[in-house]
């Protein structure tokens, strides 16, 4: 019988513990990827300063780049100004926009990315996707898996704490979303990956039932692990698929209906994810993920995130058209105005008794 296998793209070395970054340099050596500490490190142009002054006496051979902001154009910018050296890798160092400008530009020039991230406000530090504003709007680019994910604790804390929540919101609606994904393959026959759901519902069932707070190393290591394997997740699936369903086209048409008043993408999902099982009828897990969310002091109800009863009824209503082509309750349920209404009303008095 011939031995069959398969090969999973995901990062050579995962380092999350307090005091990560202080090891950067030696890591890497360690790891082959950058022998000789020639690096190209993105920063942000404002907080990406102090980590500079901090981490640069480590780093005597890297190149420092600040980035503008997290636009198509400013990935570009990276991307040309890096070509002119010879690095052995480049380092994207902040927060989510900052980290996919990095892996746009590494897969421009062609070198691997590796993803330092200073806080945990979502899954994409470990996506295989760079989301990039552009003259459109906003665009999601295929790219290489980082090869190295480094997350320093200590910096973690030092960041708000409403980027944390947004962890665990956007972690935890992965269980909405594999449930969307069953869903589909037994109304529309589409194809699950198996490996790819089993990775990304753990992880949401992993922060959903870890009794620590968002200040605690061990609930903290537990988020980090779960946005990186959610990550890894979507690179065995090749589609975001594991960790996207009617949780987050709900999220974007708050994004697309009120740009300028849209909460935290996680903090959105979670709330997309609460409701989306409770129009499944899964009550007793919905009722645990409202629980758990207003623990972490996450919005359960449209109210507590700046929108009224018929914005949230709005965007229940516009969400499919976020995602065409994607089968999720919504799709299935197919509700009109009037019914979204109604089963809000029933969501918010499920959860309040």
């Known amino acids: 019988m011939p031995v069959l296998t398969r090969l999973i793209p995901s ?12 090891d950067l340099a030696g890591l890497l ?9 020639k690096l190209a490190i993105a920063i942000s142009g404002g ?13 005597p051979g890297a190149d420092w780049y600040e980035v503008g902001g997290g636009t198509l154009d400013d990935a570009i910018k990276l991307a040309d100004a890096m070509k002119s050296r010879h690095y052995d890798a480049v380092v994207g160092m902040g927060g ?20 330092v991230a200073t806080n945990l ?28 994910i480094v997350i320093d604790l200590d910096v973690i804390r030092e960041a708000p704490i409403r980027f944390v929540r947004s962890g665990v919101g956007d972690v935890i609606s992965n269980i909405s979303a594999v449930a969307d994904w069953e869903l589909s393959h037994r109304e529309t026959g589409e194809q699950i990956d198996g490996l790819a759901a089993a990775m990304a ?6 922060v959903l039932r870890h009794p620590g707070g968002c200040g605690d190393d061990e609930f903290l290591t537990v988020l980090a692990e779960g946005l990186v394997l959610t990550g890894i997740s979507m690179s065995v699936a090749g589609d975001s698929r594991p960790a996207s369903g009617a949780c987050h086209e709900i ?54 995130i700046g929108f009224s009863e018929e914005e949230f009824v709005r965007a229940v209503e ?31 008095k499920a959860i309040s008794s």
């Open 11 to 22: 990062p050579v070395v995962v380092d999350i513990r307090p005091g990560a970054l202080d």
């Open 96 to 115: 989510g926009k900052i980290i996919d400008c990095a892996k746009f530009a590494a897969a421009r020039i062609g070198l691997p990315l590796v993803a």
């Open 251 to 304: 999220n974007h048409a708050f994004d697309l209906l009120y740009p300028k008043r849209a909460a935290a993408h996680g903090e959105q999902c979670g709330l997309g994810a609460a409701f989306a099982m409770h129009l499944r009828g899964a009550h007793e897990q919905t009722r645990l993920i409202v629980e758990v969310l207003r623990r972490h002091g996450l919005p359960v109800l449209p109210g507590e």
């Open 201 to 206: 519902r753990q992880a949401g069932e992993a």
């Open 47 to 59: 907080s990406g300063a102090a980590l500079r002054d901090r981490f640069a006496p480590a780093l």
């Open 121 to 148: 406000s979502h899954d994409g530090l470990c996506s295989p996707v760079a989301t990039l504003d552009n003259d459109a709007g906003r665009g999601s680019y295929g790219v290489p898996n980082p090869i190295a």
């Open 318 to 348: 516009y969400a499919p058209q976020t995602r065409p082509g994607r089968y999720t309750i919504l799709e299935h349920l197919d509700l009109s105005t009037d019914q979204i209404r109604d089963a809000y009303a029933d969501y918010v």
């Open 29 to 37: 050596v360690d790891q082959r990827i950058s022998a000789s500490g």
